[in-house]
């Protein structure tokens, strides 16, 4: 069975920095791609950043460009978001997501929710200004 676990969140003052991670067990991790997505109260899930299997492709969504680091450790089967600058309009809940299929990388839209297959249950990030 396999299971996607976040930690890292919390609250933290605008300009301060958090790093996120996640740990994905029952497949094997360096042959699925990641990714982690965000959802404020009211509005859709976004994908915020994404991880070919290899780590060899990233994705950032433009909100986050150059903030944010996408990041993985196959020897140790955890995926990490390194965040800085935060702003309060990051804080939402944040979820980290296994590729649906095995060596499964679709470089044309990256974050697209269908690619993704296994969630965990969120981790929670506020940003106080």
């Known amino acids: 069975q396999v299971q996607v676990v976040e930690s890292g969140g919390g609250l933290v003052q605008a300009g301060g920095s958090l790093r996120l991670s996640c740990t994905a067990s029952?497949?094997?991790?360096?042959?699925?791609?990641m990714g982690w997505f965000r959802q404020a109260p009211g509005k859709e899930r976004e994908g915020v950043s994404g991880?070919?299997?290899?780590?060899?492709?990233?994705y950032y969504a433009d909100s986050v460009k150059g903030r944010f680091t996408i990041s993985r450790d196959n020897a140790g089967n955890t995926l990490y978001l390194q965040m800085n600058s935060l702003k309060p309009e990051d804080t939402a809940m944040y979820y980290c997501a296994a590729a649906r299929y095995r060596r499964y990388y679709n470089a044309g839209a990256p974050m697209s929710l269908a690619n993704f297959g296994y969630w965990g249950q969120g981790t929670q990030v506020t940003v106080s200004s």
């Open positions: 029952g497949l094997p991790f360096d042959d699925y791609a």
């Open positions: 991880i070919s299997w290899s780590g060899g492709h990233t």
